[in-house]
C-alpha cells in the first residue's frame, strides 16, 4: 500500500494530466458532433480490426469442433444424396428381360377391404395372370385374372394379398400388405427390430415373389414403431403410387416367365 | 495577479480582439498564451497545469468552443514546465527570474513562445479538424498562427514591459 502511494506521489503530475486530459477530452467529445463521429470512426475501426482477430483467434481454435460439424453435415447429405438416388423410377430393363407393355385403368380400388380392379387390354394384348402392374413407375398391383380385352387386378390396396419387399435395396425382406384401413398406408411385416429404418426411407420390391423385378419402389417409410419385448416391428408405409388418380399402366413382361414358373412350382425330389 | 491577468485576457480575446486576424485563418492569434507565458520558470508544475486547465476553460465558456481550448490549454499546461526547462540557462533559473525580456532577453522570450504558441496550435489544430485528410491542409495555417501569435504576445510584452522603463527605473 505504501508503495502503491509513493508510485501515486511519483508520478503524480502525469495523473494530474491525464486526469485534466480525459475531462477536456470528454466534454469535447460529448459538445462536438465532428470530434464524437472520428471518435467512433476510429475507436470502431479499432475495436472492429481487435474483433476480427479475436474471431480469427476463436475460430482457430474451435477448428476441431467445426470439423467435426462439417463432417456430421457431409454424412448427412452424402445420406441425402443416396436417398435421391435410390429414390428414382423403374425403368425397362432388357439386360435381365423384363419389358413392358403399356395398359389404361378403367376401374380403380375403392377403399374397401377386397376391391378388385379393371384394366385394358386382356389376353388379347399379350397379358398374362401373374404379371406385375406399374404406375408411374412404382408398384401397382398385379394380374389376378384375365379376359379377351379387359384384365383384373389385384392392388396393393387389397387385404388378401403380401408382397415381398425390402427397405432399401440391401435391407431384410419383408412382407407389405395393407390392413383395410387407411388406404393411404400399407404395413410392412416381419421386419426384424434391429434394422434401422426411419421416416423417408424408400421400399423397394425384392423380386422374390416373381411379380415384380427387385428395385421397383413400392413406397416410402412413414412410421417404425417397435413394441418392447416384441422381435419384429411394425412399419407404416405410404405407397408410391397414387389409387385415386392412377390412369395409365404398365404391365411387367418376363420373356423366359414360363421356364420360371415351371421350375418354382416344381418339387424338387432328391 | 496571474488569474486576473488570465481573466483579463481571456475577456479581451472573447470580445474585443475576437477578429483580429488580418489573413484569416493563416494568423488567428491566441491572445491569452500571454498570460500563461507569464508564469514564473520557477513556478510549480501543477500550477502550470492547473492554469493551462483554467485558461482553456475560460475561453471555450467566453467562445463557446465547447471544449477544444481546454484540451490545447491542458496539452500546453504540462509541456510548460518542459519547454521552461528546455529554454532554461546554463546555470538555472534565478528565484528572482520573470519571463520577461529584462530578464530572460529576446531569445529566451521568443524561443519559448513560439514554441508554447506552436503546441498550443497544433494541439487546436488536431481537435479541430479530427479528420486525418483534413490535418495537411490545416498544418501550414496553424504554424503561420502560432507565428503570429508569438507576434503578438510579443507587442503586448513590449506594450507592458518596454526596454526604457528598465532604464528609467535603473
Known amino acids: 500500500m505504501r508503495n502503491l502511494w509513493l508510485l501515486l506521489q511519483r508520478n503524480a503530475f502525469t495523473l494530474a494530466f491525464i486526469a485534466l486530459m480525459a475531462v477536456s477530452l470528454s466534454v469535447l467529445l460529448r459538445n462536438d458532433g465532428a470530434a464524437r463521429s472520428s471518435w467512433f470512426q476510429q475507436t470502431g475501426s479499432v475495436s472492429y480490426m481487435i474483433d476480427k482477430q479475436r474471431h480469427g483467434w476463436s475460430n482457430y481454435l474451435r477448428l476441431a469442433e467445426q470439423n467435426a460439424e462439417l463432417a456430421e453435415e457431409n454424412a448427412d447429405l452424402r445420406s441425402r444424396l443416396l436417398s435421391m438416388d435410390l429414390a428414382v423410377e423403374w425403368q425397362e430393363d432388357t439386360v435381365r428381360h423384363w419389358t413392358v407393355r403399356s395398359g389404361m385403368l378403367i376401374k380403380g380400388p375403392d377403399g374397401k377391404p377386397r376391391s378388385s380392379s379393371l384394366a385394358t387390354p386382356g389376353r388379347d394384348g399379350g397379358i398374362e395372370t401373374g404379371m406385375g402392374v406399374l404406375s408411374g413407375g412404382a408398384a401397382f398391383g398385379t394380374v389376378e385374372e384375365i379376359g379377351e380385352a379387359h384384365c383384373r387386378i389385384l392392388t396393393l390396396m387389397h387385404t388378401g394379398t403380401s408382397w415381398s419387399c425390402r427397405i432399401g435395396r440391401l435391407g431384410p425382406v419383408a412382407s407389405l400388405g395393407w390392413d383395410g384401413v387407411d388406404m393411404g398406408l400399407l404395413q410392412l411385416r416381419d421386419v426384424p427390430r434391429h434394422v434401422q429404418a426411419q421416416r423417408g426411407d424408400t421400399v423397394f420390391s425384392s423380386g422374390y415373389d416373381l411379380r415384380f423385378p427387385p428395385d421397383v419402389i413400392m413406397g416410402t417409410v412413414f412410421d417404425v414403431e417397435r413394441q418392447s419385448g416384441a422381435d419384429f416391428m411394425s412399419v407404416t408405409v405410404v405407397p408410391a403410387a397414387d389409387f385415386t388418380a392412377s390412369r395409365h399402366l404398365e404391365f411387367l413382361v418376363h420373356q423366359a416367365d414360363s421356364e420360371r414358373t415351371a421350375l418354382s412350382s416344381t418339387d424338387l425330389r432328391p | 495577479m496571474i488569474v486576473l491577468r488570465l481573466l483579463l485576457l481571456v475577456f479581451l480575446q472573447a470580445f474585443l480582439l475576437r477578429d483580429v486576424s488580418p489573413l484569416g485563418e493563416w494568423t488567428r492569434p491566441e491572445?491569452?498564451?500571454?498570460?500563461?507565458?507569464?508564469?514564473?520558470?520557477?513556478?510549480?508544475?501543477?500550477?502550470?497545469?492547473?492554469?493551462?486547465?483554467?485558461?482553456?476553460?475560460?475561453?471555450?465558456?467566453?467562445?463557446?468552443?465547447?471544449?477544444?481550448?481546454?484540451?490545447?490549454?491542458?496539452?500546453?499546461?504540462?509541456?510548460?514546465?518542459?519547454?521552461?526547462?528546455?529554454?532554461?540557462?546554463?546555470?538555472?533559473?534565478?528565484?528572482?527570474?520573470?519571463?520577461?525580456?529584462?530578464?530572460?532577453?529576446?531569445?529566451?522570450?521568443?524561443?519559448?513562445?513560439?514554441?508554447?504558441?506552436?503546441?498550443?496550435?497544433?494541439?487546436?489544430?488536431?481537435?479541430?479538424?479530427?479528420?486525418?485528410?483534413?490535418?495537411?491542409?490545416?498544418?501550414?495555417?496553424?504554424?503561420?498562427?502560432?507565428?503570429?501569435?508569438?507576434?503578438?504576445?510579443?507587442?503586448?510584452?513590449?506594450?507592458?514591459?518596454?526596454?526604457?522603463?528598465?532604464?528609467?527605473?535603473?
Not at chain 2, 465558456?61 to 499546461?77: C, R
Not at chain 2, 514546465?81 to 529566451?108: C, N, Q, T
Not at chain 2, 503561420?144 to 503578438?152: G, H, K, N, V, Y
Open chain 2, 31 to 170: 491572445w491569452t498564451l500571454w498570460a500563461l507565458l507569464l508564469i514564473p520558470p520557477q513556478a510549480s508544475s501543477f500550477l502550470k497545469l492547473g492554469l493551462g486547465f483554467a485558461m482553456g476553460l475560460a475561453l471555450d465558456i467566453a467562445l463557446g468552443s465547447y471544449g477544444q481550448h481546454m484540451v490545447a490549454g491542458t496539452v500546453l499546461g504540462g509541456l510548460l514546465p518542459a519547454i521552461h526547462r528546455l529554454f532554461a540557462p546554463r546555470e538555472g533559473y534565478e528565484v528572482s527570474d520573470h519571463p520577461i525580456l529584462r530578464d530572460m532577453g529576446s531569445s529566451w522570450l521568443v524561443g519559448l513562445t513560439f514554441t508554447a504558441a506552436l503546441a498550443y496550435h497544433l494541439t487546436l489544430m488536431l481537435v479541430s479538424n479530427w479528420y486525418w485528410h483534413l490535418i495537411p491542409g490545416a498544418l501550414l495555417p496553424s504554424l503561420s498562427s502560432a507565428a503570429f501569435t508569438t507576434l503578438c504576445c510579443l507587442v503586448l510584452h513590449l506594450m507592458v514591459y518596454a526596454p526604457d522603463r528598465r532604464k528609467s527605473s535603473t
